[in-house]
């Protein structure tokens, strides 16, 4: 008799110090039961991949359960991931989600309207939340050398349109689809009121600009604003003074459902966002492609650095 009341007391007891450490669990960002991992992919490029695996380390080291999906190849590919449910988050450019998602032009250049209309859209139409967008800018831009800017002293597109302009010889590097592209060359032709004539147009294949323009095969080329030869060879990017380029914002995307389960998110990752921009990308970028070093090593010190994780 008094055995049974022991072993009742005791079952009791162990009830009541099981329930109270699950409800301490519940408490730390991905250690309850009823949470489930965070899929954080993104796309199969230097920059994409250290945004994606900056946000595995980072989310870990707040405590969250994190599967790492990183590097998936193809826009559609990853989009389609995420709106599927197949991945939770990862970074998006604003310019890309309003061109190519909702197949609108880019003819309003207040990039907070973009911002704002994009991350209205998404969420009506997909439930995909757009968290705050950081200052990395990856859009267009016209890249030439120190000398030759200094020679014939051009430093935005209007100084490169005048010079055009007025007959000088100034070799362009690009791919044909470039030169044709509606929001390409011909964009910027409209806008600018100059032509690239045609023996001063040098066809490449993407992806041979930069060593074509540093070996003295051209004067000027067109790159991305983050693109890590510019910084590991001084390379000068003309102003776009006429804010023609679209903005194309650095933004975590989420499925809705992801913030419903940990609502802190939005404010977890404010810190890491606030610490990306187009120089720091660069940066980055030039690191890894430039110095070979890896996409862990860079995006793991980036973190580190900036105390973000120990």
């Given at each position: ?62 405590g969250y359960e994190v599967k790492d999906e990183t590097g ?71 890249v030439t050398t120190s000398d030759i800017a200094d020679k ?159």
């Amino acid at each position: 008799m008094k055995i049974g009341k022991i072993f009742r007391r005791v079952l009791a007891a162990t009830v009541i110090m099981s329930t109270a450490i699950s409800a301490v669990g519940c408490g730390n960002g991905g250690e309850s039961s009823d949470k489930k991992e965070i899929v954080v992919s993104s796309k199969d490029y230097t920059e994409n991949l250290l945004l994606g695996k900056m946000t595995v380390e980072y989310l870990k080291e707040k405590g969250y359960e994190v599967k790492d999906e990183t590097g998936m190849s193809g826009q559609g590919i990853i989009r389609n991931a995420l709106t599927s449910g197949e991945v939770d988050t990862y970074w998006e450019f604003t310019g890309t989600a309003y061109m190519e998602f909702m197949k609108k032009e880019l003819t309003d250049q207040d990039p907070e309207k973009v911002y704002e209309e994009v991350k209205e859209w998404d969420m009506k139409e997909n439930k995909i939340s757009w968290l705050n967008h950081s200052t990395l800018n990856n859009t267009y831009c016209f890249v030439t050398t120190s000398d030759i800017a200094d020679k014939n002293n051009i430093k935005t597109i209007s100084d490169l349109a005048k010079a055009y302009n007025e007959g000088k010889e100034l070799k362009f590097i690009a791919n044909p689809e470039y030169f044709e592209r509606a929001d390409g060359m011909p964009k910027l032709n409209d806008a600018y009121g100059f032509e690239v004539p045609e023996k001063d147009k040098v066809l490449l294949e993407l992806g041979m600009f930069y060593n074509a323009l540093i070996n003295g095969e051209g004067d000027f080329t067109v790159g991305f604003t983050t693109d890590g030869m510019i910084e590991a060879n001084d390379l000068v990017v003309l102003e776009d003074d006429k804010d023609i380029f679209p903005v194309y914002y650095g933004t975590p995307v989420f499925r809705s459902e992801i913030i419903e389960l940990y609502p802190e998110l939005p404010e977890v990752m404010d810190e890491l966002i606030s610490k990306i921009d187009t120089k720091t990308m660069m940066d980055l970028n030039s690191q890894v492609d430039i110095e070979k070093k890896t996409v862990d090593e860079v995006a793991r010190k980036f973190l580190a650095d900036n105390g973000l994780i120990k």
